[in-house]
């Protein structure tokens, strides 16, 4: 028998998710951005799943934007931005623990002339405000922090980092790739200028993704080309998975409290067994409901997850 618990990095597919998809991948095709009865149709659906999105995160269809991942929305945001608003400044702080894709991006940026803070994490797996504010500068243009670690699990303050930042006029984003359809957040409540999203993390497709850009703020194109995503971002457009990332929200959505509770109860009642054979906690309890981050004393973590595999367990 085989036990999965990598969903930190992908979900299945849900049959209604599938379901929802499949007269786009057989039945209806045709290029949204055509003006005939078939790009219409998709183009329909489209915006269709892009209002939907929209409703259940809380911003306005058009502060939603559909991408090919998460890595691209946090490229998208952190480029985009930094190229943008870099006659104002070029300094940018990014938390130490963030998702490859903005680390290497931060990186890239450096490269490229800008000045990047890397914040570590208190003890528990928290960035705090006050590390936040101690970090800013007269050329800070842009903070990125994560919502929700995606190792630890561990759950940022970010409403309180947002009004921080939005007071002294800087743009703040988010990863929250982690925390949509596990968390209950509405996006203008955070506060946050900028939030990137990932379908396959909720038993949605790969190969779809999503950022919110607040109105208003500026941004400069990451892809050239077509007018899609009004003028903000090439491409063809991707109706299937548009169509599947907003069927697995509104699955994810409609029960979220009660969701989260029972895989918390899980998690907890899977934590309480393996402290008494003497494993230890990483950070603390204020996360991912689904996320149980574990050390063994004297047992590297690659002997341990290699050891698993070869069980079965991934």
Avoid at 252 to 267: C, G
Wanted: proline share 3%; net charge negative.
């Amino acid at each position: 028998m085989s036990i999965y618990l990598d969903y930190a990095a992908s979900t299945p597919l849900k049959k209604e998710v599938l379901d929802a998809m499949l007269p786009y991948l057989t039945d209806y095709y045709g290029n949204a951005s055509s003006t005939h009865s078939f790009g219409r149709r998709m183009n329909q659906a489209l915006e269709k799943s892009r209002r939907l999105i929209s409703k259940l995160i809380g911003c306005n269809k058009d502060e939603f934007y559909f991408v090919a991942s998460g890595t691209e929305a946090n490229n998208w945001a952190l480029k985009g931005i930094a190229e943008k608003y870099k006659e104002k400044g070029n300094h940018i702080i990014v938390s130490a623990f963030e998702h490859p894709a903005v680390l290497n991006t931060a990186k890239h940026l450096e490269e490229n002339g800008f000045d990047v803070t890397y914040l570590l994490p208190d003890s528990q797996g928290h960035i705090t405000v006050e590390s936040v504010n101690e970090s800013l500068t007269d050329q800070t243009i842009l903070v990125s922090i994560m919502y929700v670690n995606n190792e630890v699990g561990t759950i940022q303050p970010l409403k309180e980092i947002a009004a921080l930042l939005r007071e002294k006029e800087i743009i703040f984003h988010s990863d929250g790739v982690q925390a949509l359809g596990y968390l209950d957040f509405d996006i203008k409540d955070l506060g946050v200028d900028l939030m990137s999203f990932s379908s396959h993390k909720i038993y949605g497709p790969t190969g779809v993704g999503g950022l919110y850009i607040r109105k208003g703020i500026k941004i400069k194109s990451l892809l050239d080309g077509g007018a899609q995503e009004r003028q903000r971002r090439a491409g063809t457009s991707h109706v299937a998975g548009a169509v599947g990332f907003s069927e697995a929200l509104k699955l994810r959505v409609e029960n979220i409290q009660d969701t989260s509770k029972a895989l918390k109860n899980k998690r907890d009642y899977l934590l309480d067994g393996l402290t008494k054979l003497g494993c230890h906690l990483n950070g603390d309890l204020n996360r991912h409901p689904g996320n149980m981050n574990i050390r063994f004393d004297d047992i590297p973590g690659e002997t341990l997850l290699m050891n698993l595999d070869l069980e079965g367990i991934a």
